[in-house]
């Protein structure tokens, strides 16, 4: 069974940093492709980035050079690391797998709040 735990949110001003952790369990996850998403209320879940098995990345243009993700395969785990930040950023964010260019609806875990004020 999959796990995703996601951790690291809070409350940051604007311009500030966090970093996202996301530790993965129940998947092979060296061969795992991982995208972050992010949710406001009333709104579908946005993706964020996209690291592949092989470390590519691909960003949302509103996050582009100011968001990175990586991946720690020693320690199933995914990043997102956040700079900059703006209060358009305020969101729950989400990690998960991703197959066929699509995340796993069975998947989501709770997810984490980011917060930015302004």
């Known amino acids: 069974q999959v796990q995703l735990v996601e951790s690291g949110g809070g409350l940051v001003q604007a311009g500030g940093s966090l970093r996202l952790s996301c530790a993965v369990s129940?998947?092979?996850?060296?061969?795992?492709?991982m995208g972050w998403y992010r949710q406001t209320p009333g709104n579908k879940r946005e993706l964020v980035a996209i690291?592949?098995?092989?470390?590519?990345?691909n960003y949302a243009d509103s996050v582009k050079g100011r968001f990175t993700i990586a991946r720690n395969n020693a320690k199933d785990t995914v990043y997102l690391q956040m700079n900059s930040l703006k209060p358009d950023d305020t969101a729950v964010y989400y990690c998960?797998?991703?197959?066929?260019?699509?995340?796993?609806?069975?998947?989501w875990g709770q997810g984490t709040q980011v917060i930015v004020s302004s």
């Open positions: 998960n797998v991703i197959r066929s260019g699509n995340p796993i609806d069975g998947f």
């Open positions: 129940g998947t092979i996850f060296t061969i795992t492709d």
């Open positions: 690291i592949t098995k092989l470390g590519s990345t």
